[in-house]
């Protein structure tokens, strides 16, 4: 066997100019590069390597692999759970049950590496479990491995490995591979185990194998991932390429670097950007994707299915059926499916009814079945019908509406400030949703798998109003139902509560953290880092944009290994040669993505029109800049440039459709011509919000009064309900908390204590019987504690005191509209 040579080459356009004379074909790392080899017309084969491996381990990669293997897998350890019975596993069984997408990793890893079960550690009893799982799992003929362990036996002999070449055809050109005269490796700093195994079975042909590798050795420190690979350490030939240094002559750089106030100012800059001559990149981290799948679903060439609407709502029914208790109202699940408009029996609003589900979700969150929904809504509707009549009602338009604001306390609670009409749509699509999942789930312990795929697409075909859907939702839809008509061949049935994880990376495209180095990544308009080596060459000309470079992940940590994999446990394997070498090539991947993400932001260093970023907010948490960007700012002498920019929607009840930053001229003229009969509330809202009149925006322009509806919000509110109600009504907290969860029944046991306990806490006697005339009556003060949450700052306001910076701060975090205004937390700043 030949020994591979290495081609180092400093400038990407080294690649496409010439510098290297091809001579065979050229495998990339990245499906972007080679795609920048066709746009730029060098005349070679080109194939990213994802596709190579599709190409000779079709059984491997084929649809309907993975729901089998979950399938199998869950087999495999209900089995073994009943003959481990008594021995004080099911804590581990638990784990095993709760982590089988870890587990397929797992084993998928160590199938590629090529270990055998004797070679596994057995010394903890989580060990043992595993190594059976293991052993049972590849000797099954359903999981693959044995199909996949004859391929790669095949590519081990020279003949055998060119029958391969030319007998397996692409199914999109329909056209083999061949076999080549020469075979080029181009941006492999990492080489999983699959991809060292097609390295040496190209070796095997005795045609030349070459490595073009990105190295310059006067920045030597950036190019340590190359260094670092264990299959280059080993004596290799190593050549330049003919780069000639004059034509590589850098243009001026142009850097700027942006501070996203959160996640919703990033997205919006995105939007603005994508169709425009801007190329951006990110830093794909665990947040960072799922930021993306939410905004932007669509992934070129393999669209993950269950980002679009018609995906995630299958997905939640899946999440939420439960073999005894039937569909179980998980209230994330539910606010998901009804998030996708397939909620209903027709495809729904689905703006307003995840609306409506916001302002009511606390109220129900206690409800797990239908009958309970039921039940809840018929004690809502008759608080609503009989209680609700009892406050003040008083003619004319403007003075009713300020009256209804100082005496009904449940007139900001989001549950009833709903209409019945739009409560009705609600239930009625929670109702279909539970006839959706009877549909697919019932019949038995166990489902025929072909049944159900005729079902979920009978599903997806009667409830599809084409013209109602998303251009790429269409699109994803046919793929989806092509998927469905392909009928899984080595296991045709499952319990019920097996599929929802195998049915959603079926449908959903691959396994998350599957393989140890990501392929292509692209969300809309935004692709992986790791594409960034082609960007010059591909985007010759355009500005771009690299996003999520923030201390957490960039340079960022070790990639997390599958459990029950670690490092340690890979060193421990009992293995020789070829299969201790592919152990090395798993660690290196696993190890060093700090020495990646460093390159690879090198290489974007080195693009003449840059721009890189961070958001300073993620789930409420201040993250700061990377310390790559700090030294770019000292480097290039630049300033920070902090954009914040408001929602693109205000929220679903608001009317207003004007200037982001500046309150409408016609409703301000209303809204002003009512001053004489304005409650406090107006001058408090402004008084407490850390920009003046955000807040009163909101309450009482945007909409007729403030409505709490948020968990966190409730939790306060109905303990204020409850000590401002035994305090005016002269009783007992008991007998006050008693009528208050009649009328609000969202708390269990505990919770009421709690509330009960802090409503006892409360000192709510400072205004005494102090009240307030509005027009011809009087009002009490303490209405204020029920609209603002926080009774020391309302008393200190009431009373003349000065409201601090730190006490808008602490505002914040009760006021209603903290989910989506853009000024949240800049009390002190």
Not at 154 to 164: Q, V
Not at 539 to 550: I, R
Not at 715 to 732: K, N
Request: charged residues 25%; glycine residues 4%.
């Amino acid at each position: 066997m030949q020994k591979p040579v290495i081609i180092k080459y400093k400038h990407v356009q080294s690649l496409i100019n010439g510098a290297i004379a091809y001579n065979g074909l050229v495998i990339t790392a990245n499906q972007q590069m080679a795609e920048a080899f066709r746009k730029n017309g060098v005349n070679t084969q080109v194939m990213e390597v994802n596709m190579v491996m599709r190409v000779l381990l079709p059984e491997w990669y084929e649809n309907t692999r993975k729901l089998e293997q979950f399938i199998l897998l869950d087999e495999i350890i209900r089995a073994l759970e009943a003959e481990y019975t008594g021995k004080e596993t099911g804590n581990v069984f638990r784990a095993m049950y709760n982590n089988k997408s870890e587990l397929i990793a797992s084993i998928s890893a160590l199938v590629e590496i090529g270990a055998e079960s004797a070679m596994l550690p057995a010394e903890s009893q989580e060990q043992k479990i595993f190594r059976r799982i293991y052993q049972e799992f590849i000797s099954d003929g359903r999981s693959g491995v044995g199909i996949l362990r004859k391929r790669l036996f095949s590519w081990e002999r020279a003949d055998s490995f060119k029958r391969e070449l030319t007998e397996n055809v692409m199914r999109t050109t329909g056209r083999a591979i061949g076999i080549p005269r020469a075979v080029y490796f181009q941006g492999f700093y990492y080489i999983t185990p699959l991809q060292a195994r097609l390295v040496n079975a190209f070796r095997q042909l005795n045609i030349p194998v070459y490595f073009l590798n990105n190295m310059n050795d006067e920045d030597p420190v950036y190019y340590e991932i190359w260094e670092k690979n264990p299959r280059f350490q080993e004596k290799m030939a190593v050549r330049w390429a003919d780069e000639d240094e004059a034509s590589s002559t850098k243009a001026e750089k142009k850097r700027s670097i942006v501070k996203y106030r959160d996640a919703f100012a990033m997205v919006r800059k995105l939007e603005k950007v994508k169709a425009g001559n801007t190329v951006i990149y990110a830093v794909m981290s665990r947040q960072v994707k799922e930021l993306l799948e939410t905004f932007f679903p669509e992934r070129a060439e393999k669209s993950q299915l269950m980002a679009y609407p018609v995906g995630r709502y299958l997905l939640s029914l899946y999440n939420m059926w439960d073999d005894e208790a039937g569909l179980v109202l998980e209230p994330d699940n539910v606010r998901a499916c009804l998030s996708t408009g397939w909620a209903g029996s027709r495809y729904e609003d689905s703006k307003k009814l995840l609306s409506t589900y916001d302002m009511v979700q606390d109220y129900f969150r206690a409800c797990r079945t239908v009958d309970e929904w039921r039940a809840a809504m018929d004690r809502l509707q008759e608080v609503k019908q009989k209680i609700m009549p009892l406050f003040e009602h008083t003619s004319g338009e403007h003075l009713g509406r300020w009256r209804e604001i100082v005496t009904n306390p449940f007139h900001n609670l989001g549950a009833f400030s709903a209409s019945d009409e739009r409560l009705a749509e609600l239930t009625s699509a929670i109702k279909h949703m539970a006839e959706d999942a009877q549909m697919l789930f019932a019949g038995g312990d166990t489902l025929s798998l072909k049944e159900h795929f005729r079902k979920v697409y009978k599903l997806l075909k009667d409830k599809a109003p084409r013209e109602l859907l998303y251009e790429e939702e269409t699109e994803v839809l046919r793929i989806m139902l092509g998927r469905l008509q392909g009928n899984p061949q080595h296991i045709t049935e499952c319990r019920p509560a097996g599929l929802a994880e195998a049915m959603s990376f079926f449908l959903g495209g691959k396994l998350e953290d599957e393989e140890a180095i990501p392929d292509d990544e692209v969300f809309g308009p935004v692709r992986g880092l790791s594409d960034i080596e082609s960007a010059q060459i591909l985007h010759s000309g355009k500005k771009f944009m690299v996003c999520g470079c923030d201390s957490q992940n960039m340079p960022g940590q070790s990639r997390p290994y599958p459990w029950p994999l670690t490092q340690t446990y890979i060193k421990s394997l009992t293995c020789q040669n070829e299969v201790k070498a592919r152990c090395q090539d798993y660690l290196h991947c696993m190890d060093n993505a700090l020495l990646g993400n460093r390159y690879l932001f090198h290489l974007a260093d080195q693009l003449e029109d840059v721009e890189f970023s961070w958001m300073e907010l993620v789930n409420d948490k201040e993250v700061n800049p990377s310390v790559y960007l700090l030294q770019l700012k000292e480097a290039y002498k630049l300033t920070i440039k902090d954009e914040k920019q408001m929602l693109k929607e205000l929220p679903e009840e608001a009317a207003y459709a004007g200037d982001d930053n500046k309150l409408t001229s016609q409703a301000m003229a209303v809204f002003t011509s009512e001053e004489k009969i304005w409650p406090t509330e107006i001058k408090m809202d402004q008084e407490f919000c850390p920009q003046g009149s955000w807040r009163l925006f909101y309450d009482y322009i945007l909409a007729s009064h403030p409505v709490f509806s948020s968990t966190f919000q409730m939790q306060f509110y109905i303990a204020v309900l409850i000590s401002l109600m035994a305090d005016m009504a002269s009783c007992s907290y008991e007998t006050a908390a008693e009528q208050v969860f009649v009328a609000y029944p969202a708390f269990n046991e505990a919770e009421q204590q709690e509330r009960l306990d802090f409503a006892k806490r409360y000192k709510t006697d400072a205004l005494a019987q102090e009240r307030q005339p509005l027009a011809d009556r009087e009002y009490t003060l303490k209405r204020h504690y029920l609209q603002y949450l926080s009774i020391d700052t309302v008393n200190t306001y009431l009373q003349g005191g000065t409201i601090t910076p730190e006490n808008k701060e602490k505002m914040c975090a009760y006021c209603p509209h903290k989910a989506y205004c853009f000024v949240k937390g800049d009390a002190a700043k």
